[in-house]
């Protein structure tokens, strides 16, 4: 299996996470570029920018908020990419779609284009962090890194950070009810080694929430200390 890190817009995952009743995910590129680095149903993992760029935006810079699985890789005009997947590309409206992707291919012979053609990078089953319990960006990520990371979970040894990545993914808890290739089904939690609390979007239910953490010996991954509180995950 391989998993990838993806730089994600801070205020695309925000936006998301935000909302409970969006299961899927278009993890639009402003300039297509194509993408062979999943096959359908691997994890995809969103990993957020610099902070500094988003002062009003709720959620933690250069961390792991949250994934999805992929499902296909499609290119498609602004517009037709809106009424497809509509809130799902992580904005409210058409309009905001049209200008974060024009905003990005500003310094292209594009950037003009009405109704540009973006990369859609579609994943289903998209979960996100309880607020606070997100996890540190991979160690030894390169900040000139922009686009994503492959990790091939069979051989660790040839990409830095693989374990971590891999014990990341298994502290998620998933639904994998709408999985490419599966049928209907419950919620699957993979307590994993991080132990984070992510819900998987559209679950709203009331549980223990997630502690302060505190550093494990294992990948520098942290681990929850439990404490009760009863809140709307949502």
């Not at 639009?28 to 062979?36: E, L, T």
């Not at 089953?125 to 686009?147: C, D, H, K, Q, Y």
């Not at 559209?202 to 302060?212: A, F, N, V």
Request: charged fraction near 25%.
């Amino acid at each position: 299996m391989r998993i990838v890190v993806g730089v994600t817009d801070n205020r695309w995952a925000a936006f998301l996470r935000d909302r409970a009743d969006v299961t899927e995910a278009n993890f639009w590129q402003p300039s297509p570029h194509g993408f062979k680095a999943l096959s359908p149903g691997e994890p995809f993992l969103f990993k957020t920018k610099d902070p500094k760029r988003f002062r009003n935006v709720d959620i933690p810079g250069y961390a792991l908020v949250g994934g999805g699985f992929f499902d296909e890789y499609v290119e498609l005009r602004v517009s037709e990419a809106w009424t497809i997947w509509g809130t799902a590309n992580g904005v409210s409206d058409e309009t905001e779609l049209l200008a974060r992707a024009q905003s990005y291919r500003s310094k292209t012979a594009g950037s003009t284009d009405p109704d540009p053609t973006i990369g859609c990078v579609i994943l289903r089953n998209i979960f996100f962090s309880e607020p606070g319990a997100e996890l540190p960006e991979p160690p030894n990520w390169a900040r000139n890194n922009v686009t994503y990371t492959g990790y091939d979970l069979t051989q660790p040894d040839r990409r830095t950070d693989t374990d971590y990545v891999q014990h990341a993914f298994r502290g998620t808890p998933t639904s994998r009810s709408r999985r490419p290739g599966m049928g209907a089904g419950p919620t699957r939690h993979h307590p994993g080694v991080a132990g984070t609390a992510l819900r998987p979007a559209g679950s709203r239910k009331t549980t223990d929430g997630p502690g302060p953490l505190q550093a494990s010996g294992r990948c520098g991954l942290p681990t929850p200390v439990r404490r009760h509180s009863e809140r709307d995950l949502s």
